[in-house]
């Protein structure tokens, strides 16, 4: 298999779409070492894997010897969580350190970080955090991002959060902040279309109107995901982005609304607790495959394989 990708060159205000050439229709998974041997075994057709940066920056081990046998048939995504980019205190060095030798040492088709933060000071959270949108915040984002872009001598894709709580502090909208960052930047984005739903479900919003406000051209890849289902203190519904089940209908409509607008892109299940067997976790990722079909790629000789 061809895995013969390249970074995108840091962003410029006028660059090209931030996709990989060959890489449109491209639907992987999640990469968990519980799924090597069935991989290795039954693996997928223009597929690739997404890890997490941080569980990857140890020197050698298991953790190596597992993504470099997965790296020898298929692109990679590396995919921040722990930068905090969205924090307002300076990047963490070392850990960007960390984060550029893995780049350089895998060369992944994709990276990618979150618009959150996940750390203060000396103190570490296991969450994704919430921002509020200023035009403070701007600036230490957009900071933030150039100095990853610089570090690793490429551009990032950024992903939409999903929220539970919004800050009356904010002056501007989401979209309207992921624009501006993707414009000051020239980072790419990563449209999690679930994190769109559960955000959606959450705060009131309509996730169509959403979409439609969203930069969409600048998308570099696309996350599906599963989530759950809870009740807040006044027994109204909230979603939890819990990335442990199927993908929902109207995530899967959402989706398709996507790819009908702006073509094929890479598209990720993220599955990250109670893992299925491979099976199920393979079978999404055709389905969205199957989906991009009807929107310009070939399924030719795959179809018949899949059957
Ligand atoms: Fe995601």
């Known amino acids: 298999m061809d895995n013969s990708t390249s970074a995108t060159a ?8 931030p996709v990989t050439p060959g890489a449109q229709g491209l639907a ?12 290795l075994a039954d693996g997928l057709n223009n597929g690739f894997f997404e890890v997490h940066a941080e569980n990857y920056m140890g020197a050698g081990g298991p953790p190596h010897r597992a993504l470099a046998a997965i790296r020898a048939d298929y692109p990679l995504s590396i995919h921040g ?5 969205g924090g307002p205190g300076a990047l963490d060095v070392n850990h960007l350190a960390r984060f550029r030798d893995l780049v350089a040492r895998y060369e992944p088709m994709l990276v990618s970080e979150h618009l959150a ?14 921002l509020p949108y200023t035009q403070d915040t701007l600036d230490k984002v957009c900071e933030h991002i150039n100095q990853v872009q610089e570090a690793i001598k490429r551009s990032i894709l950024l992903e939409n959060p999903s929220t539970y709580v919004a800050f009356a502090s904010s002056t501007m909208s989401e979209t309207d902040f992921i624009r501006a960052v993707s414009q000051r930047t020239g980072c790419g984005l990563l449209m999690d279309v679930n994190n769109v739903f559960v955000s959606a479900n ?4 309509s996730a169509s109107a959403y979409l439609a406000e969203f930069p969409l051209e600048q998308v570099g890849e696309i996350h599906l995901a599963g989530h759950s289902e809870q009740h807040d203190d006044e027994n109204e519904l909230l979603l939890i982005d819990s990335h442990d089940r199927v993908i929902s209908d109207s995530v899967w409509m ?13 598209t990720l299940i993220e599955w990250d607790s109670n893992l299925p067997d491979w099976p199920v976790l393979r079978a999404q990722a055709l389905t969205a495959r199957r989906i991009m079909a009807e929107h310009g790629i070939s399924l030719a000789g795959e179809l018949s394989h899949e059957a």
């Open 202 to 205: 959450n705060h009131g919003f």
């Open 254 to 266: 959402l989706y398709r609304n996507v790819v009908s607008r702006i073509g094929p892109r890479p």
């Open 28 to 39: 992987g998974t999640s990469f968990k070492h519980e799924h090597l041997s069935a991989i």
């Open 81 to 85: 969580v722990c930068m905090s980019i």
């Open 117 to 130: 933060w996940s750390s203060h000071g000396r103190t570490f959270f296991n969450d994704l955090l919430p």
């Open 10 to 17: 840091v962003g410029k205000p006028d660059r090209p779409l």
